[in-house]
C-alpha cells in the first residue's frame, strides 16, 4: 500500500506542475472541485441531476482552464516541452479530452434527434425527462471514460498505475480544493501565472 500511495502522490505532483500553472486554470479547478463535491452528494439521490451538474458545470470549467488558459508553449519550469507533456501525460492528454467532449456534446444532439435511441430506451416525456436521460448518459459516459482508460493503463503500463490513476481523478475535487483555495485571491493580486516556486526548489 505504501508503494501505491507513493505513485498516487507522484501522479498528483506531476499532474500540478505539469497541467496547472496558470492562476485562472487553478481557479476554474477550485470552482470545479466545489461543484464535484456537490456532484458526490447529488449521486445518492439524483444520479441524473448530479451528472448534469458534473459535466455541465464542473467539468466544463475544469477543461475550459486547460484548453484556453493553461500555457502550451515550452514550460521553463520544468524544462520540457508541450509536445513532451502531452506524450507522457498518464490521464487524458488535450487529443484524447477532445474525443472524450465531443462524445459529451454529440449524447444531447442524439438524444434530442431519436428520444429512444433506435430502441434501446423508453422516449422520455416532456424538457424534464429529456434532461434526466441526458444526465443519465453523461453519467454513463463519464464512468466509462474512467473505466477505459484505467483498462488501458493495465494493457500498456500495468495495473497499480491504472488503480492509481482511476484513485486520483475520483479524489481530485477534495485534493483541487485544498491546493487551489488561493487561486482566486493570486488572481485577484494581478498574478496570472503561479510561479511555482516550490517546484524550482523541488
Known sequence: MSEFFKNLQ???WDDHRYYHQSRINQS?????ALSFLCAYALLFNDPALAALVGWGIAMTTRQAGHFFFEPQGYDHVNQASHEHKEAIKVG????RKVVLLSVWAAAPV????APALGGLIEPAAGYS?????VGIAWL?????????????????????TGLVWA????????????????????LLRGELIDPMHHVRGS
Open 92 to 95: 487524458y492528454n488535450l487529443r
Open 28 to 32: 476554474l479547478h477550485f470552482i470545479s
Open 10 to 12: 507522484t501522479q498528483r
Open 129 to 133: 425527462g429529456y434532461l434526466h436521460d
Open 140 to 160: 454513463a459516459l463519464g464512468v466509462g471514460g474512467v473505466a477505459f482508460r484505467t483498462l488501458h493503463l493495465f494493457a500498456i503500463r500495468d495495473v497499480q
Open 110 to 113: 442524439a438524444l434530442w434527434l
Open 167 to 186: 484513485t486520483k481523478i475520483l479524489t481530485d475535487p477534495f485534493h483541487d480544493v485544498m491546493l487551489y483555495w488561493r487561486a482566486p485571491l493570486h
